[in-house]
């Protein structure tokens, strides 16, 4: 009886064995015979091939889309192998992923049209919909909502039961709103229901979504589609308003930091200083230098170094400001003429010293990681070297407004201001006070150059950019008064960006001037000037 037992049990195993035999070959052919299909160079089996592979399971299917789409996958059409050329250089059997030594000679790259670049996308979002990386789950439902690939919908329903992540799952679900509105034998209801998770959504490529929506969509469709491209529109234009308001934001805490020196200077002293853009340039250079120093040799303190640069800066723009004062503003107080002549030449002075130094080329200067890449916010991009920017300047006008309420300084500055010969009279000591404010006015201006140095190209010309400008500031807001120039700063940088995309960059920058000298004309004093006995008479 054991011996019937064992007998029947070694045929039976035998049996087995046999069977596994033939059927592991024909469980691995379709594969095969799909990714043999890549050799055929036809575009029509390319893309059949495309579909099989991504839906087949198997784990080669990834590396074989993403080669595709990459241009890594290649085919000889005598064997009707096909290859990937991995990222090191190496080749493998795109079926199998054995290694390979060499690529046939008659092997070829797989041909994409744009037709199948759309495939391609959208199978390699369907491979990633499950993926257990959310990034790349995220990125691959937005995917799908571009291509709006209609076997893809039962992989999106899947995703989207499973997905806990809440934004993610809104991805999902706006993928299938696009699929479902392409999808010809959707319910009227169901694509109703898709065109309000679109409209939702409210960008762009929503926009494009319905707008691309075909004429043979029901009535009640169209119309419903038509409607939320309206709303969509309206909302884009208002996100288009915040935006241009953004930037105007910016360039005015721009505007702001290089007229903030400029608006002491010229409020307590009289001084037409044409060279105050190369005090922001000098500070440019400072920031320059400084990474240049942690690179090569503290690598580490790379982050740390605008915090290093902000205070050297200062110091180096504020003793070179003192050092003009001393020898040369001094001796043409009252004679603004002759003030405004040797300012310039001083900064043509100052612009060739760099180009002597540092080579007339534009230096790199880089941005530390907590300042680098941007966010959302609504429809509008905010970058974090433009926010940071913003809040330092503000800051930086803080501190000031604090120094001269509060400091010894600051109050024997604004008696300068408002009456020098009762000030030196009182016992105030006015060349001192000359020299420390043109120091003060050039120090700012030296770390609004360590600001501008994330921004724009750090070059002796640096400075030239931004010295009409500040002078416009300073003259809009009321000449020597901290409060007029913020006002005006922030005024010129928005309706700076709200002209140009109406009349352009250059006729928008003379429109702002028309509109200042008319302006002027009505307010010689500007938007709030400074009271006084000295400004009275």
């Known amino acids: 009886m054991f011996g019937f037992c064992f007998g029947r049990a070694h045929a039976l195993f035998l049996s087995i064995l046999l069977l596994s035999c033939f059927a592991l070959p024909a469980l691995a052919g379709p594969f095969e015979d799909s990714v043999a299909k890549f050799a055929n160079d036809e575009f029509s089996d390319t893309e059949a091939a495309v579909g099989e592979v991504a839906s087949s399971g198997n784990p080669q299917a990834f590396p074989i889309i993403s080669s595709l789409k990459d241009g890594r996958l290649s085919a000889d059409p005598d064997s009707k192998k096909v290859f990937i050329t991995q990222a090191d250089g190496k080749i493998v059997d795109a079926a199998s992923g054995a290694a390979v030594d060499k690529l046939p000679d008659n092997a070829a790259a797989v041909r994409l049209n744009n037709r199948l670049r759309r495939s391609v996308e959208a199978a390699l979002g369907g491979l990633t919909l499950l993926s257990p990386d959310p990034a790349r789950r995220l990125a691959a439902a937005q995917s799908v909502f571009k291509s709006h690939e209609e076997n893809l919908l039962p992989t999106v329903d899947s995703a989207l039961a499973k997905e806990s992540v809440k934004s993610i799952k809104q991805a999902f679900t706006e993928a299938r709103a696009a699929i479902i509105l392409f999808k010809s034998d959707a319910s009227e209801s169901d694509k109703l229901d898709a065109i309000s998770v679109v409209k939702a959504r409210g960008d762009q490529e929503a926009l494009a979504l319905l707008t691309s929506l075909g004429g043979d969509a029901p009535p009640l469709v169209a119309k419903a589609a038509t409607s939320a491209v309206a709303a969509i529109q309206s909302n884009l234009a208002m996100w288009s308003m915040v935006q241009n308001a953004w930037y105007g934001l910016s360039l005015g805490s721009v505007l ?49 170094s605008l915090l290093i640069a902000v205070p050297l800066a200062f110091l180096v723009a504020g003793a070179i400001g003192v050092l003009i004062e001393r020898s040369i503003i001094r001796f043409l107080y009252g004679r603004p003429l002759e003030t405004l002549l040797a300012t310039w030449g001083l900064s043509l002075v100052l612009q060739q010293a760099v180009r002597t130094a540092f080579g007339p080329t534009n230096r790199e200067v880089g ?21 940071w920017i913003l809040c330092f300047t503000l800051a930086v006008f803080a501190i000031l407004l604090a120094m001269l309420r509060y400091t010894a300084l600051g109050l024997e500055m604004r008696a300068v201001t408002q009456n020098r010969r009762m000030a030196a009279s009182m016992g105030i000591a006015t060349s001192r006070v000359d020299a420390l404010t043109f120091g003060l006015g050039s120090g700012i201006a030296g770390i609004a150059g360590v600001a501008l140095s994330q921004i724009d190209n750090v070059s002796p010309n640096l400075g030239q950019s931004y010295i009409i400008d500040s002078f416009m500031v300073v003259v809009f807001g009321g000449v020597g008064n901290l409060w007029g ?53």
């Open 367 to 387: 941005n530390p990681s907590w300042m680098s890449g941007a966010f959302e916010l609504g429809q509008i991009t905010i970058t974090y070297n433009r926010l």
């Open 256 to 304: 702001l930091l290089a007229a903030i020196g400029l608006a002491i200077t010229f409020g307590v002293m009289g001084v037409i200083n044409m060279a105050h853009g190369e005090m922001v340039m000098l500070g440019a250079y400072t920031t320059f230098v400084v990474q240049e120093v942690i690179r090569t040799r503290y690598p580490a303190l790379f982050d740390y």
């Open 485 to 537: 120039t913020l006002v005006g700063a922030f005024t010129l940088g928005i309706a700076n960006k709200f002209l140009e995309p109406v009349a352009g960059a250059v006729l928008g920058k003379i429109a702002i001037l028309v509109l200042i000298i008319l302006f002027i004309q009505k307010r010689p004093r500007g938007l709030f000037a400074l009271k006084g006995r000295a400004v009275e008479a």
